[in-house]
């Protein structure tokens, strides 16, 4: 790897890690495991996955199946395909002669094809995450037709990570940028600027693996009461002081097997994307 390289390997990887020290509700944290998996899978999956995710001239394509399958043979299981999908075109971005992440994260996407679509079929039918079924267009089952942008943007409705692909990551640069600005003027540290971050996208809409999994209504049960939780996580000088009601509700949700990964994958998006920021040349930090 090249210096550069090495360093946005290691910005997701810090991003991973940092998604971790925060106890996100029904998702696997430091505090607690959940739904067969624990945060050294995560960890373990994270270390795999960041050589070829940010190989240097890679297609996001590549990347994509290469982090799938590191993972696989890290651990055995779906751990990050979410992660992978949302990071892939962020390491690529990097790469990029441009005057912010953004725009080179536009142009990324933009540049995607049809093997871009093939290679990350690949990935999503081997990670053969929870709820993947058949559909009519773009089946990841069946060869690609189209680029992974047109594949993205025909599940954009049913799906907040597909979104990402044709909104131009706008839930990651605008709701997730703010939030973790915002909450780290207030708090030191990672982990409560991490979980705000976390709270922001549950409060903001259904999450989409869990309306594939429990269905619409189970989805904004959830979404109501990470609203509720997010005004008083707000309103607390300490956050600590909501950490016993914050661990009883995470226990509550892997009970019933709720697992709000979307969320929890855009947060790591988010992480990943303020830590490329840092990386990059000053000029950068306009967007």
């Given amino acids: 790897m090249t210096d550069f390289t090495e360093q946005v390997a290691a910005a997701f990887k810090a991003a991973c890690r940092d998604e971790l020290e925060a106890p996100k509700p029904g998702n696997v944290h430091l505090f607690a495991a959940g739904h067969q998996m624990t945060a050294a899978d995560f ?11 940010c190989r240097a001239g890679a297609r996001v394509g590549e990347r ?20 992978i999908l949302l990071s892939a075109p962020l390491a690529a971005a990097a790469e990029a002669d441009s005057s912010t992440l953004r725009i080179a994260l536009e142009q990324a996407l933009a540049d995607l094809d ?23 267009q773009h089946d990841v089952f069946a060869p690609a037709t189209g680029t992974l942008s047109e594949a993205m943007a025909a599940a954009a409705d049913r ?5 990402q692909y044709v909104s131009g990551f706008a839930d990651v640069f605008d709701l997730g940028q703010s939030e973790l600005r915002a909450a780290s ?22 999450d989409s693996h869990i309306v594939r999994q429990h269905g619409a209504v189970t989805a904004e049960d959830v979404r109501r009461k990470a609203t509720t939780f997010r005004e008083r996580f707000h309103s607390l000088r300490d956050p600590r002081d909501l950490m016993a009601d914050i661990l009883d509700w995470d226990s509550s949700l892997k009970r019933d097997d709720v697992n709000p990964g979307t969320s929890a994958d855009l947060t790591v998006a988010t992480l ?3 830590r490329l920021r840092s990386i990059l040349p000053p000029e950068d930090k306009s967007d």
Avoid: C, K, M
């Fill in 64 to 83: 994509i199946l290469g982090a799938v399958e590191a993972t696989f043979a890290a651990v055995g299981t779906n751990t990050n395909l979410g992660i």
């Fill in 43 to 53: 960890i373990r999956s994270a270390d795999a996955a960041a050589g070829p995710l």
């Fill in 114 to 136: 049809r093997s871009d679509a093939d290679l990350a079929f690949r990935a999503i039918v081997r990670a053969s995450p929870g709820g993947l079924g058949r559909v009519e």
């Fill in 159 to 163: 799906d907040r990570i597909a979104r």
């Fill in 272 to 274: 990943f994307a303020h």
């Fill in 185 to 206: 003027q207030r708090w030191s540290g990672t982990s409560w600027p991490t979980f705000a971050v976390y709270l922001g996208f549950l409060a903001a809409f259904p």
